[in-house]
């Protein structure tokens, strides 16, 4: 029908099936310019609007957005030209007619609809009953993040169930969306942290929770994440995010007690890295008003130092004859009162740097790393007049200071500790802040010179890991954050150290070695200073009340240590950079938490890429540089990696993933990896046994690398920066092996099971096995299923064709649908209301999971475009896979 026949008006189907034969032949230029003429040529623009809308198709393949989403954004923009496009004229009873037809297209099968459709047809005037029946919809057709969106939009937190609407969020693992959906109430925010930690409890039960939402379908990952270690991690971020009482948190706030009550008696009687004094003094707060931590105090003692020591500390807490272990109140009866008396240290009062106590012993000075200095260069500040010595000293253009702070570990606690020591070391001598002197601490001279030595920048400042001092020095000095910091010539050495391992791993510099020995092994700083100066550090006072006074002289001494051995380390670093493999200027060495860094170095890579179509043939490394991240894991083309240097396949790669990795884990099988995952209660020593005997690479982080490494062969073990996110850890492996990533690379491995073989079933095929379950409803609430998933798919060709190993129908017995594996088709997962759209399934043949087309596949490649490889003349497809 052409236009210019319309004399009176545009018919809104037919302009409709204009805009889809244009869509189709991708002809969007012209689709726009008939968007704004056919537009005006409606004559109720308002009416003709939805009838095109309502029959415009969902998402489709090889398309990235909807037409009816184009055709939205070119309304929105004619109609600011045509203000007679208003509701304002219109009867109320036409106003509503029409407000309540748009508020209709709001489902999960029309994403990008629900701005433009609250602009136009003012939606948020809708009175609220009309709002809520439509939340209650989305809600019954399984649509929980469009209803939570939609009653954000018009602000209906308030008269909606929390519970209703955040714990099918967080079940899917939309934390951040409930989050979002409580933000501006405060009410709100702590009833979801309290919901959260209701989870934690021993009573707590996910099957009857999920009684509650039938129609709710949970993959294992999102049941994996309802564990009370995961989700007592978000209740404490929430608490302090929202600044919830930590009381009404009382689940989580037991579990780290817990947690940090076992932590404290393995560093004490099995790693035996804490003093007895240390040691008492926080578990004492630990357990501190609780029975139950006291008695799980009893029986750790019990086993690790015996019946005695146990009996000591139960008579010490009362605890009833019930709740003791056997054996300990016979042995309580059997004890004087003055063995039943738990010993305390006695009270400190020996003179501070006198000789004796300042010189370690010999075997001490053989272990550790030691401070150069005498103890009339240590000077503990106390007072403004001392202070004005050390700023004399420390505020002189190039001087060069190491930078340290201590605060009392916060064992179960909540909120940032404040800082009660900070250390400034120069060269020759130390100063020891006292910020539990009150003269000191709460004199704003003191913050000033703070301020003025972190933002100077003419003094060179060294750290190590230095966000978490400066978070706790704003916790300690709130006008810091009111009035923030322009930090400036500052060094972190943990971003030195990070390129310093990353070169050693790759054997790309750095003519010194570190022996690993059994048992525990150093980390952090302390691997810094043995790696550069030859000694560990001694930390047995790492874990000390830094609060209370007056400090013991080894508290002083290991101060004064972590604050100057960052001098050595830098004065070492900067003399021959090249024999550790680092450049000339280590404070080219970029941050690893650069975001503008992280941006600049992906517009140089994609601009690379634009000109360069050779770099999708090999993997190359952008040149380093200040504004380079290292969270980018970039490096050279190491030794390490020699076996890689040709390009290989996905599935020619194994790996076996640690079990700090198995989010990477997933991703990589999401790509077609051959991957194993160790599970949590897996030690990490089972990873080389596993690379061993099925000639896997090991995929670690952190210490375990080093001990890791040396059981298996040469180039045979990785290790990943895990505070880095699984997709970015992903890209990495992939150029590190020269993995030639595909399109049909992507879900041809179950992420469930890792196998790699499907098995075709039609719609049809699929269709009988649901109605043989009795998993099949009536016509009506097949009907009502049917905007569930991924919205209305008019043509029924797939292109999704994954490079796997198709099964015969012979492998699956129909009578019982269940595999030669002895797995079942997991026929629950499939909503009925998918069948009239989607023409294939596919089943993995070693789980029986099923899968089918759909926007995941969509996410997927637009995550990893950067190392997807496109043949000749193939275009980057948005035809998709989404696993249930």
Known sequence: ?????????????????????????????ALRKLTMSGFSRLQDPLTGLLIILEGCPGIQKGKSSTLGQLVLAEFVQWRRSHPRASLQSLMEEEKLKLQLRALNLITSSQPGYLDPLLEIYELRTLETSHLLQHVTYLQDTCCYREAALLSMKVELQKVLDMEQMCVPLILLDKLPLAESYVRDYPELQRRLVQLLDSWCSPDFSLDNLRRRFPRLSLSKHQTDQIQPKLLSRHVFRLMEKFSVDPGVCVNSVHKRKLDSLRFLMYKRFKEKSMTEENWRDHVQVTVEGSLELQVVLVEL??????????????????????????????????????????????????VFF???????????????????????????IQTLEQLQLCRDTVLQAGVVVGVDMEWRAGFGTVFTQNVALIQLAVKGQVFLLDLCSQSLNCHSLTVQFIRALLTDSSVLKLGYGMSGDFK???????????????????????HVHQQLQRCWRGGGGGS?????????????????????????LDKMEQLSNWERRPLRTSQLRYAAVDAYCLLDVYLT????????????????????QGAKSRQEKKHREKSRKSSDPQTRKKVQTPAGGPKES????????????????????????????????????????????????LENTDDHKVAAEIARAEGRIILTAGQPYQSLRSQVAEGRCLTLDCSEKARDQAVYALKHFHVNLTPSDIFSRCQACNNNEYLKVSREEMTQMLSKRGLLQDESERCSTQGVSEGNRSVDAQIFNPCCRWAPQSVLDLETLQFHSGSEIQLKTVPPGLLPRIPEFFVCTGCGKVFWEGTHYDRVLSQFQEVLQLSDGETFSQAGAVQQ
């Open 1 to 29: 029908m052409s236009l210019s026949a319309q004399s009176e008006g545009v018919d809104p189907v037919a302009l409709r099936e204009q805009f889809f034969d244009l869509w189709m032949r991708k002809e969007l230029e």
């Open 301 to 350: 003692l019990v086993h690790y130092s015996g019946l005695q020591v146990g009996a000591q500390w139960a008579k010490r807490y009362n605890i009833p004859r019930h709740r003791l272990p056997f054996g300990v109140w016979d042995t309580m009866g059997s004890l004087s009162s003055n063995q039943l008396e738990v010993s305390e240290m006695n009270e400190v009062n020996e």
């Open 354 to 380: 006198s000789l004796e106590s300042w010189v370690t012993p010999q075997s001490h000075q053989l272990q550790y790393y030691q401070l150069p200095l005498t103890r009339e260069k240590i000077h503990f």
């Open 472 to 494: 706790s020095l704003v916790a300690t000095w709130p006008e810091l954050k009111e009035e923030p910091l322009e930090v400036k010539g500052v060094l972190d050495l943990l």
């Open 512 to 536: 010194r070695s570190v022996e690993v020995n059994e048992g525990s092994a150093e980390k952090g700083l302390s691997l810094l200073v043995q790696q550069v100066l030859g000694k560990p």
């Open 573 to 592: 670093l900067s003399h021959n950079p090249k024999a550790f493999g680092l450049p000339e200027d280590l404070q080219s060495i970029p941050s690893s």
């Open 630 to 677: 290292m969270s980018s894991m970039s490096s050279s083309v190491s030794s390490s990696s020699e076996h890689w240097e040709a390009s290989i396949s996905p599935h020619e790669l194994r790996v076996v993933c640690d079990n700090m990795l198995q989010g990477l884990g997933r991703f990589l099988r999401c790509l077609g990896v051959d991957v194993l995952m």
